[in-house]
């Protein structure tokens, strides 16, 4: 991996880390005994713990999800070091590595409280409103970094490869000739 996808990895993973860690801060400061509509029937800041995996699952378990942070974080470096070298790509993994650390960073210091949670969205399905579960920059930083490195190893790269294979037909063809 070149200089600047490292530079834009660790950049990105900084400043999601940051931005979580800061917002969660707020919203303990703020949202303590209040919740603040910000589009009604569609989103609103209201503070929730969660001692659990995503949606809640599996609550008071901290310690299994310390490590499963710790091997994801792992996990995230490792396939950025084996990875397409793509700049997004960095990007990307940045995002679910800084999220990973915002997380982790709210089960390590906050373990009786679990994790901090403030985003709580609303969504219309069939003309009823649903909740979404309650979250945070961390898990939106997880998700959408989740669903683009998804997007590039299964779109990307394959449009690549397949690319890259009609260019080597391309070359066995030329020197058959």
Same mark, same amino acid.
């Given at each position: 991996?070149?200089?600047?996808?490292?530079?834009?990895?660790?950049?990105?993973?900084?400043?999601?880390?940051? =931005?979580?860690?800061?917002?969660?801060?707020?919203?303990?400061?703020?949202?303590? @005994?209040?919740?603040?509509?910000?589009?009604?029937?569609?989103?609103?800041?209201?503070?929730?713990?969660?001692?659990?995996?995503?949606?809640?699952?599996?609550?008071?378990?901290?310690?299994?999800?310390?490590?499963?942070?710790? &091997? $994801?974080?792992?996990?995230? &470096?490792?396939?950025?070091?084996?990875?397409?070298?793509?700049?997004?790509?960095?990007?990307?993994?940045?995002?679910?590595?800084?999220? $990973?650390?915002?997380?982790?960073?709210?089960?390590?210091?906050?373990?009786?409280?679990?994790?901090?949670?403030?985003?709580?969205? @609303?969504?219309? =399905?069939?003309?009823?409103?649903?909740?979404?579960?309650?979250?945070?920059?961390?898990?939106?930083?997880?998700?959408?970094?989740?669903?683009?490195?998804?997007?590039? &190893?299964?779109? =990307?790269?394959?449009?690549?490869?397949?690319?890259?294979?009609?260019?080597?037909? @391309?070359?066995? @063809?030329?020197?058959?000739?």
């Amino acid at each position: 991996m070149g200089l600047r996808n490292t530079i834009w990895f660790y950049s990105t993973a900084i400043d999601v880390a940051v =931005i979580d860690q800061v917002t969660k801060y707020l919203a303990r400061q703020s949202l303590a @005994h209040k919740s603040v509509t910000l589009i009604p029937g569609l989103l609103d800041l209201r503070l929730a713990y969660n001692t659990g995996a995503a949606f809640s699952i599996l609550p008071n378990w901290a310690p299994l999800f310390i490590l499963v942070g710790l &091997v $994801a974080i792992y996990a995230i &470096v490792k396939l950025r070091r084996t990875g397409s070298g793509s700049l997004w790509a960095s990007i990307w993994l940045g995002m679910l590595f800084g999220g $990973a650390i915002g997380n982790l960073i709210d089960r390590i210091a906050f373990a009786g409280r679990g994790v901090t949670d403030f985003i709580d969205l @609303h969504i219309r =399905i069939k003309g009823s409103l649903s909740a979404w579960p309650t979250f945070n920059i961390a898990d939106a930083a997880i998700v959408i970094g989740a669903l683009l490195v998804l997007y590039h &190893v299964y779109v =990307i790269e394959k449009r690549r490869s397949e690319a890259g294979g009609e260019q080597e037909s @391309h070359d066995e @063809h030329e020197t058959q000739d």
